[in-house]
């Protein structure tokens, strides 16, 4: 009769550290994206823009979609899909945070994909219903008499950091874009839209190799106690 269990398993450690990581990071940016969103809201009207520095500005836009203002399909089904994909995530790093030899790294750039997200499902989620909408110079006012700009899951997404690191105009002789004016870096984001682009990136340039389900992660560092025996 196999009385292992998935604590006395060599692949499992029998405690949570990575998990705590991971939830401590997810409060963090989660604490910090709403601040500075509901800080802005609340003191700056629509479009409104305070330069801080040449290359870096504030300033106040709202949108519907994705990071970085994109907009793709419906608002409602990018909403519950954001929700589904965080359930996900969740579970995931409950379930690999357990797991020896998983690296701490994987698990940090999964969490800020998951505060990313939450972040900006709390937008979506109950921003329409806390927040009112005046119209230019007013600034929007938390839990007004009058009641919400929106309804439950279909708020607007507050964005804020604005980055235009080179700005010049095209000469004038060049063909297609002579005259105009070119600004690089154009899109307004927000703190959760760093957070799931760095997530991303790194997955993408330092953990790709890492990414497997629990079980494969399990069944290799098995592998891995196993061989440590043997030698």
Same mark, same amino acid.
């Given at each position: ?12 450690? *029998?405690?949570? %550290? ?5 939830? @401590?990071? !997810? =409060? #963090? ?71 020896? *030899?998983?690296? %701490? ?5 999964? @969490?800020? !994909? =998951? #505060? ?116």
């Amino acid at each position: 009769m196999n009385t292992d269990t998935p604590a006395s398993s060599p692949s499992v450690t *029998g405690h949570n %550290r990575l998990v705590w990581l991971a939830s @401590a990071i !997810i =409060v #963090a940016v989660l604490v910090a994206d709403q601040a500075l969103k509901i800080w802005v809201k609340t003191h700056f009207y629509l479009g409104e823009e305070v330069r801080i520095f040449s290359w870096f500005r504030l300033m106040f836009v709202e949108n519907n979609g994705m990071a970085f203002g994109m907009e793709i399909g419906s608002k409602l089904l990018l909403t519950i899909l954001r929700i589904a994909l965080v359930i996900a995530l969740l579970w995931y790093i409950k379930a690999i945070g357990v797991i020896r *030899g998983v690296k %701490r790294g994987y698990v940090i750039c999964l @969490a800020l !994909i =998951v #505060a990313g997200a939450l972040g900006n499902i709390i937008d979506c989620v109950f921003y329409g219903k806390i927040f009112n909408d005046p119209f230019p110079p007013g600034v929007a006012e938390m839990f007004p008499a009058s009641g919400g700009y929106g309804t439950w899951l279909h708020g607007k997404v507050v964005d804020m950091l604005y980055f235009p690191l080179i700005s010049f105009d095209w000469p004038a002789w060049m063909p297609v874009v002579g005259g105009n004016h070119f600004v690089f870096f154009q899109p307004v984001f927000n703190l959760a839209d760093s957070a799931i682009t760095i997530g991303v990136l790194c997955l993408i340039f330092f953990f790709s190799k890492e990414i497997a389900s629990p079980s494969q992660l399990r069944q290799a560092a098995e592998e891995k106690a196993e061989m440590s025996k043997e030698q």
